[in-house]
């Protein structure tokens, strides 16, 4: 079996998707209230769901901030070789891919805000079949890696 890719992502992954979480934790906390308003209002929603919803909730407040984060910081991983790109991905299940160069069609690098706050920006690896991203490098090693596997792919398609 093959040896898991050397390079990690940036630490400051964990901040920017703990952020996003906290963020998106905003969605089971309102309809939440919603339901538990609509409970001693209309009477017509069981007190047991009011009471399912807020274990859900919390549970969710401490999962998907707190301990998601950091195991998929934990297997994110990525290598960039001569004649293909190697990325592990995943938190129950984990997922090793192999891009070829010579399949890779288009490079880019993304940021959104969470991300800009963090200094950090996505490699978006597109080939004919599938779009593969390596999330939360740093701004520079994001724009030297893009402009690497740019120069690999093209050395690959001029030998075939």
Excluded: C
């Excluded at 807020?54 to 934990?74: E, G, N, Y």
């Amino acid at each position: 079996m093959r040896q898991p890719p050397k390079q990690r992502i940036a630490m400051g992954a964990i901040k920017a998707w703990r952020l996003k979480a906290l963020i998106l934790l905003i969605i089971p906390v309102v309809i939440t209230g919603i339901v538990m308003v609509l409970t001693f209002i209309f009477d017509f929603i069981p007190y047991l769901v009011s009471i399912l919803l807020i274990v859900i909730t919390v549970v969710d407040a401490i999962v998907s901030p707190f301990l998601i984060p950091k195991l998929r910081w934990r297997r994110w991983r990525y290598e960039i070789l001569d004649e293909e790109i190697y990325v592990q991905h995943g938190v129950l299940v984990v997922s090793q891919t192999l891009i070829p160069m010579v399949r890779v069609q288009h490079v880019d690098t993304k940021q959104g805000p969470i991300l800009k706050n963090y200094q950090l920006a996505t490699l978006t690896i597109t080939t004919a079949a599938t779009t593969h991203e390596i999330p939360a490098l740093p701004e520079k090693e994001a724009a030297d890696l893009r402009d690497l596997i740019s120069d690999l792919a093209r050395v690959g398609q001029d030998d075939v």
